[in-house]
């Protein structure tokens, strides 16, 4: 954000994506405080007067400049902590170019991936942004497992587009090279992803009872660890998080991506059905960024380029 909005809260300059000018400015932000005045009133308003598409966004939002993101900071290089505990990654950039176009900070706040949604339904966030795959079930608020629906669903603007990968200890792959291979082995995965719901599926068709085992974890740096001290076989994630594993952990020696990423699919922030005004709001932000090339730039600092859309798609998921 601009210097004209340090009175503002500052938490948000975690933006998703993580810049390491954060902690001085987070500094500058608290010392002026004292003369800020009262922070419930025209909060960060020349921020938001001076953005483009401010006024694309729902008044109650205006007035806080602020956007409450739901995430799992856990995710690397999509959402995580730096050794300096900031929240950095692909979503916290996007965030914090997103808000530049709407005037309001991307406060991002922690929360394991599976109980996104449901913050995002007792508006504890305005929408959740953390990797998570736009699909049918998730738009119609439908439970992948048992088919039945369990809530009003959220719509999507789509902003990147992943598949998933599969990943083993360096220099031992177990003979696995597609999914089906890892019937009779066991693969630790994030619960509630798409890795997850793909390891149940696959598990179904295996022959002669060997299934998959399926150990499942809060998080996906918990799977690794798993994996790393071999707990498992296998494990899976989304191509980007797993070719980041392979290219960071052990300097490169701890594992190695085996086959083809399967499955692709646009990756979506969530919004509320209930909310559209701030869906197209966000929309609008992501096109504009997209157009003036800071997308693009975000993209390629995290080398992540392949999965770069051309435009943002609202519940593109199928």
């Known amino acids: 954000m601009t210097a004209s909005s340090l009175c503002r809260k500052t938490a948000a300059k975690s933006a998703k994506s993580r810049i390491a000018a954060v902690g001085a400015i987070a500094v500058a932000g608290t010392l002026l405080l004292s003369s800020c005045g009262d922070q419930t009133k025209d909060k960060g308003s020349d921020s938001v007067s001076n953005a483009p598409l401010a006024d694309k966004l729902p008044k109650d939002i205006r007035d806080k400049g602020v956007i409450k993101v739901g995430s799992d900071i856990a995710y690397p290089p999509v959402e995580f902590k730096d050794k300096s505990g900031n929240t950095v990654g692909i979503d916290p950039d996007l965030g914090e170019a997103l808000g530049k176009q709407l005037g309001v900070d991307f406060e991002f706040e922690?929360?394991?991936?599976?109980?996104?949604?449901?913050?995002?339904?007792?508006?504890?966030?305005?929408?959740?942004?953390?990797?998570?795959?736009?699909?049918?079930?998730?738009?119609?608020?439908?439970?992948?497992?048992?088919?039945?629906?369990?809530?009003?669903?959220?719509?999507?603007?789509?902003?990147?587009?992943?598949?998933?990968?599969?990943?083993?200890?360096?220099?031992?792959?177990?003979?696995?090279?597609?999914?089906?291979?890892?019937c009779g082995k066991k693969i630790v995965v994030q619960r509630g992803t798409v890795s997850h719901d793909l390891a149940k599926a696959e598990s179904k068709k295996c022959a002669g009872g060997k299934k998959i085992a399926i150990e499942q974890f809060d998080n996906d740096q918990q799977a690794q660890t798993r994996l790393r001290s071999g707990g498992a076989d296998a494990g899976s994630s989304d191509f980007p998080v797993a070719a980041y594993?392979?290219?960071?952990?052990?300097?490169?020696?701890?594992?190695?991506?085996?086959?083809?990423?399967?499955?692709?699919?646009?990756?979506?922030?969530?919004?509320?059905?209930?909310?559209?005004?701030?869906?197209?709001?966000?929309?609008?932000?992501?096109?504009?960024?997209?157009?003036?090339?800071?997308?693009?730039?975000?993209?390629?600092?995290?080398?992540?380029?392949?999965?770069?859309?051309?435009e943002a798609k609202v519940n593109g998921g199928k």
């Not at 490169?252 to 209930?274: C, M, N």
């Open 245 to 310: 594993a392979v290219k960071t952990s052990g300097g490169g020696k701890d594992f190695q991506l085996v086959g083809e990423q399967v499955q692709a699919a646009p990756y979506g922030i969530a919004v509320s059905k209930k909310n559209p005004e701030l869906r197209d709001a966000i929309k609008a932000a992501l096109d504009a960024i997209i157009k003036n090339g800071e997308y693009g730039k975000i993209i390629a600092k995290w080398g992540v380029k392949d999965g770069a859309v051309k």
């Open 110 to 182: 922690n929360g394991t991936f599976d109980t996104l949604l449901g913050g995002l339904r007792s508006k504890r966030y305005q929408i959740a942004m953390s990797a998570m795959t736009d699909t049918k079930n998730r738009q119609e608020g439908v439970d992948e497992d048992t088919g039945k629906k369990v809530g009003t669903g959220v719509d999507f603007v789509d902003y990147f587009t992943a598949g998933v990968s599969i990943y083993t200890k360096k220099g031992d792959d177990q003979g696995i090279k597609t999914w089906a291979d890892l």
